[in-house]
């Protein structure tokens, strides 16, 4: 059951955030709105609003944990509890819209911001919302990795290393939290049809998804159907990656 539960989604303003943020809300959760563009997320809570669901949100860069601890505090003052987590902020790379950058093209910036936000910003967010999970004895988090994590593309080393951090991060943070029945898990998404692949052409698109052994790219709402089951009441799993790739990293 999702209904009545506190969820925080942080990149909720666009692509696999904002569907997972609506999905929660759909399903009778209050859901905390986390982005570090005010405009996006306030359109959504709007949207929301127009429906007759419960959000709130909060402005907040991810890889600066004050920021974060402030976030969880509004959302816990707000109401008096979280249950759920979802990680999903993240980049590509400093150097937008471009997603390939060679190893000798990556400087100290371009390794750190991507670092900060993807793997470092999961880091503090569990650090800031688990408190609160630990006096409830319960709570759920979903990291969002990738398939890059174990089928790297060349041109984009900090991603990938960023991503593959957040798999083994999920592994101990589900180990050191199952005494207080909080469940860690990760999603890794394949090729999906978000903003983040804007500047990629269709051509290039369509060359990928022909890969995939189900015959198309991934949409939002395919991770998004993931992360409810991950975030449901009774759900026995726990320090595991799924792949949301329809099939196109298989083992």
Avoid at 14 to 35: C, D, M, P, Q, S
Avoid at 45 to 58: D, Q, V
Avoid at 83 to 108: C, F, M, Q, R, Y
Avoid at 147 to 165: D, E, I, Y
Wanted: charged letters at 20%; a neutral charge.
């Amino acid at each position: 059951m999702i209904a009545g539960k506190v969820a925080v989604v942080t990149g909720a303003g666009k692509g696999i955030g904002r569907k997972t943020a609506f999905e929660f809300a759909k399903a009778g959760a209050k859901v905390v709105l986390v982005g570090h563009k005010p405009d996006s997320i306030g359109e959504l809570h709007r949207y929301l609003a127009e429906l007759g669901f419960e959000s709130i949100t909060i402005a907040a860069d991810v890889s600066d944990f004050g920021a974060v601890s402030k976030m969880a505090e509004q959302a816990k003052d707000k109401y008096g509890r979280i249950d759920i987590l979802v990680n999903n902020a993240g980049i590509a790379s400093t150097k937008t819209p471009s997603w390939h950058v060679p190893l000798l093209e990556i400087d100290d910036r371009e390794w750190d911001r991507v670092l900060a936000v993807n793997l470092k910003g999961q880091f503090n967010c569990a650090k800031a919302v688990v408190p609160y999970m630990m006096e409830q004895n319960d709570g759920s988090i979903i990291n969002i990795g990738s398939t890059t994590a174990l089928s790297p593309t060349s041109g984009s080393a900090a991603f990938c290393a960023s991503k593959a951090g957040v798999m083994a991060l999920t592994r101990v943070l589900a180990k050191e939290l199952a005494s207080y029945r909080i469940r860690v898990n990760c999603i890794a998404p394949g090729l999906t049809l978000t903003p983040a692949q804007d500047s990629v052409s269709m051509e290039a698109i369509d060359t990928a998804a022909g890969t995939i052994p189900l015959g198309r790219a991934g949409l939002p709402s395919d991770v998004a159907q993931v992360i409810l089951f991950f975030a449901s009441d009774g759900t026995f799993v726990t320090g595991q990656t799924l792949l949301v790739d329809g099939g196109g990293t298989m083992h």
